[in-house]
C-alpha cells in the first residue's frame, strides 16, 4: 500500500511538472517597433510576417510551444540575457561584437543594406555622400558600417531608435539618404508615399554586416541552440522557408 502511495504522488508530481513545462512556451523576442514585412501588426492586432510566421514553424519543427514576446530593440540582447526571452528572432545579424555577449543559431537569411534616396538624386556611393546627410537605425548593422566604413565619406549621419522613424525623415525631407535592410527598403519603396525615391545602391560586403542572420540565443544554451539549428536546417531543407520567403518578398533569401 505504501509502495502504492509513493507510486501515486510521483506520478502526480510527474504530472505537474509536465503540466508546468507545457504552461511555459518558448518566448520569442521581436522588436516592439513593427519592421515589415519582417515582424508588424496584421489589421487584427496580431503579430505576423516573415520571421513570425518562420518563427513558429522552426517552433514546430523542434515541437515546441512559443510566444511571440515584443520587447524594444535597444533591450533586446539584455532581455535574453535576463531571462526574459529565450531566443531573438528579429533580423539580427552574427556578429563578433554581438557573439562576444550571446551565442547564434546557424545563419536563415542574408541580405545587404541598401542606399535609398530621391530618384532625381544623382548618388555615386561612397563618393556622392560629401555634404548628405545619411540616416540609419542604431543598433544595427547598418550603423555600424556607416560609422566604420562612410565617417569620412558622409556630411552627417544621424542615428535614430526606430527604422520607421528613419523612412519618416527621408519623406519630409529631413534627410538625404537612409541605409537599411535592402529586403525591408524594396518593401518600403512599394508604398504610395515613397513614390519618387528608390535604391541607389547596396552596401558592399564588410565585416560589419557579419556572416548573416541568425538567432540569437543565450550563452551556454546549448540544448536549444543544437535543436534551433536542426529545425532551421529542416524548415531550409522542406521548403518551408522559401515559401514564406516567395510570399513576403517575390524572392528566396533563406541562405
Known amino acids: 500500500m505504501k509502495h502504492t502511495l509513493m507510486m501515486t504522488a510521483a506520478a502526480l508530481t510527474?504530472?505537474?511538472?509536465?503540466?508546468?513545462?507545457?504552461?511555459e512556451p518558448l518566448k520569442i523576442g521581436i522588436s516592439a517597433e513593427p519592421y515589415p514585412p519582417f515582424t508588424y501588426t496584421s489589421s487584427e492586432g496580431e503579430w505576423t510576417g516573415f520571421e513570425v510566421e518562420l518563427g513558429m514553424a522552426i517552433c514546430e519543427a523542434m515541437d515546441e510551444a512559443c510566444e511571440i514576446t515584443p520587447t524594444g530593440w535597444s533591450g533586446i540582447i539584455p532581455s535574453l540575457k535576463a531571462g526574459r526571452i529565450d531566443?531573438?528572432?528579429?533580423?539580427?545579424?552574427?556578429?563578433?561584437?554581438?557573439?562576444?555577449?550571446?551565442?547564434?543559431s546557424q545563419p536563415y537569411y542574408f541580405t545587404p543594406g541598401a542606399f535609398v534616396a530621391a530618384d532625381d538624386l544623382a548618388l555615386e556611393v561612397p563618393e556622392g555622400l560629401?555634404?548628405?546627410?545619411?540616416?540609419?537605425?542604431?543598433?544595427?548593422?547598418?550603423?555600424?558600417?556607416?560609422?566604420?566604413?562612410?565617417?569620412d565619406s558622409v556630411g552627417d549621419i544621424r542615428l535614430y531608435d526606430q527604422a520607421e522613424q528613419v523612412n519618416r525623415d527621408l519623406l519630409a525631407g529631413r534627410l538625404d539618404v537612409i541605409l537599411a535592410d535592402e529586403i525591408a527598403m524594396?518593401?518600403?519603396?512599394?508604398?504610395?508615399?515613397a513614390e519618387g525615391y528608390e535604391i541607389k545602391a547596396t552596401a558592399p560586403r564588410h565585416e560589419a554586416y557579419g556572416?548573416?542572420?541568425?538567432?540569437?540565443?543565450?550563452?551556454?544554451?546549448?540544448?536549444?541552440?543544437?535543436?534551433?539549428?536542426?529545425?532551421?536546417?529542416?524548415?531550409?531543407d522542406d521548403g518551408t522557408c522559401s515559401i514564406l520567403s516567395e510570399q513576403y518578398?517575390?524572392?528566396?533569401?533563406?541562405?
Open 249 to 255: 518578398f517575390g524572392t528566396d533569401i533563406c541562405t
Open 130 to 151: 560629401d555634404g548628405l546627410v545619411l540616416g540609419v537605425q542604431s543598433a544595427t548593422t547598418n550603423a555600424t558600417y556607416a560609422r566604420r566604413a562612410l565617417r
Open 87 to 104: 531566443m531573438i528572432m528579429n533580423s539580427m545579424s552574427i556578429t563578433q561584437a554581438r557573439q562576444r555577449v550571446i551565442d547564434f
Open 186 to 193: 524594396t518593401e518600403f519603396l512599394e508604398r504610395d508615399e
Open 14 to 23: 510527474l504530472g505537474l511538472n509536465m503540466t508546468a513545462q507545457a504552461a
Open 211 to 236: 556572416e548573416g542572420v541568425g538567432i540569437g540565443i543565450r550563452k551556454g544554451d546549448d540544448a536549444l541552440k543544437t535543436k534551433i539549428d536542426a529545425a532551421i536546417a529542416q524548415v531550409r
